[in-house]
């Protein structure tokens, strides 16, 4: 009887300990990652005279910093640019993704296997890779200089495509044929349908899209001449270097608020997000 008792207080000990260790872990991860934007921040509340010492202690300058950052290099304008070009890759990218889902579950077609196992190799195709022969053909689309030039090369998604696709192979196969009988057409099917049963795989795929076209630098920097059209990445960068000598607080208060978007959109759809990755679990 000493034994059974002893037993389980051994095994709650044990358990407490693995316990303690995992949320040791998980805190110092949650630092690393947190330290940049935290010292971001702290560094956008300092002078020019306090930003360049090892000093962490939050100043008084962060609505100065602000002001030069927003005067300096135009962000509200290039924010703008940035969110209309985000959306406007964001929802064609969905669009396109929704639709070629439906043609690898629902439609039969030769080489489909083929053809989806070439889809999925563009993942492994950064844009860098192909800036020279993607910039020679917006050179002779007569594209240079025009959101078209941001937009349409990022329009596929091998990552929308795929994550459609397994959750639309995960909804019984019964409802797209009740659908044929009742003379549901493929298009109506995805609208009525297969829409209204994905929107947390949508809130996911947006929420990925959303960081990585408003994350993009180097693309922009090449294609895209005109200030009046440029993104807030390529903007920040005005801010370093400005009359020889760099605002270190202000770059860091830019830096910030370029943050702000991205950040409210992850916000809004974390739920989405969390849920659109357990594909099994939608039926």
Not at 105 to 133: D, Q
Not at 179 to 199: E, K, N, Q, V, Y
Request: overall charge positive.
């Amino acid at each position: 009887m000493v034994r059974d008792f002893k037993s389980p207080q051994k095994s709650s000990k044990r358990i407490s300990w693995k316990d303690l260790l995992t949320h040791l872990i998980l805190s110092i991860a949650v630092l690393l990652v947190a330290f940049p934007l935290v010292f971001a921040a702290i560094k956008a509340t300092q002078d020019s005279s306090q930003v360049v010492s090892s000093h962490m202690n939050p100043g008084m300058s962060l609505l100065d910093n602000i002001k030069t950052a927003w005067n300096t290099a135009r962000l509200g304008q290039y924010m703008l640019n940035s969110f209309v070009v985000t959306v406007a890759v964001t929802v064609g990218k969905t669009a396109l993704s929704l639709l070629a889902a439906l043609a690898f579950v629902y439609f039969r077609f030769p080489f489909k296997n083929m053809v989806f196992a070439l889809v999925l190799f563009t993942l492994m195709l950064p844009t860098e890779l192909l800036i020279v022969s993607l910039f020679n053909l917006i050179t002779d689309l007569h594209w240079t200089n025009s959101y078209a030039a941001i937009i349409v090369p990022f329009l596929a998604s091998a990552t929308g495509v795929f994550l459609f696709r397994q959750h639309f192979m995960n909804i019984p196969t019964s409802l797209a044929e009740a659908a044929r009988l009742d003379g549901c057409g493929s298009l109506r099917f995805l609208w009525h349908i297969l829409i209204p049963m994905s929107w947390n795989t949508i809130g996911a795929l947006a929420v990925i899209q959303f960081v990585y076209v408003w994350d993009q630098y180097l693309w922009p920097l090449v294609v895209m001449q005109s200030e009046d059209r440029q993104v807030v990445q390529v903007g920040l960068k005005k801010l370093i270097d400005v009359g020889g000598a760099t605002d270190w607080g202000a770059v860091m208060a830019g830096a910030v608020i370029s943050i702000l978007p991205p950040l409210l959109i992850f916000t809004l759809l974390q739920e989405q997000f969390s849920r659109g990755f357990a594909l099994g679990q939608e039926k």
